[in-house]
């Protein structure tokens, strides 16, 4: 009986560990996000023109382009945006890259949290518009990290939400449940 009391709490702390992870985890990561914490980018004044780092695809690697943005506000939100808008826009410089992101995509919100993570909320078309398979879903994603976290230093990691809620995997191939980091070994010359 004595071994009974012990065995029974241990035994319901194991069922609701599983229960914790197999349904109330992935419950709380498909609800919408709120926006923590505003936060604004300093010293760079409204109008100002200023040089960002935006990644293409050239063959099997991810390849900078340099371009000039106007800042259209302080805010650091729409300067995110600003920034992916480019990014989705293509390259102009240099017309042996392509583009990786569908261009019909659109940037709904954009929030920073108190760690780092910026949580970028994409229209539907970044899913129903893409048109590669598991390379090119990888390329894709860090396409967005690189070129988010090499340009704002405030970045650590990038969350890609779709109509407001997270993702498993952007079309099936690539895990989307966490932040991207920054990733150089996908970077070519």
Not at 26 to 55: A, C, D, F, H
Not at 93 to 114: H, V
Not at 132 to 152: D, K, M, P
Not at 168 to 179: F, Q, V
Request: glycine letters at 6%.
């Amino acid at each position: 009986m004595d071994r009974l009391k012990i065995i029974l709490p241990i035994l319901f702390l194991i069922i609701a560990g599983f229960g914790a992870y197999y349904f109330v985890i992935p419950w709380i990561s498909s609800q919408p996000v709120r926006q923590i914490e505003k936060k604004t980018t300093t010293n760079i004044p409204e109008g100002e023109k200023i040089k960002r780092t935006l990644y293409f695809c050239l063959g099997d690697r991810l390849v900078s382009e340099e371009r000039e943005i106007i800042l259209k506000k302080d805010d650091f939100a729409t300067q995110v945006k600003d920034v992916l808008r480019e990014l989705i826009k293509g390259p102009v410089n240099d017309l042996r890259l392509t583009p990786l992101i569908p261009e019909e995509t659109k940037i709904k919100s954009i929030f920073l949290d108190n760690n780092g993570i910026c949580y970028l909320n994409f229209s539907r078309d970044i899913q129903e518009k893409f048109p590669g398979g598991t390379w090119t879903e990888l390329l894709s994603l860090y396409s967005i990290a690189n070129t988010v976290i090499e340009n704002f230093p405030e970045i650590r990691g990038v969350q890609i939400l779709v109509e407001g809620y997270s993702i498993e995997t952007l079309t099936g191939h690539i895990d989307a449940r966490y932040p991207f980091q920054r990733r150089e070994d996908l970077v070519g010359q």
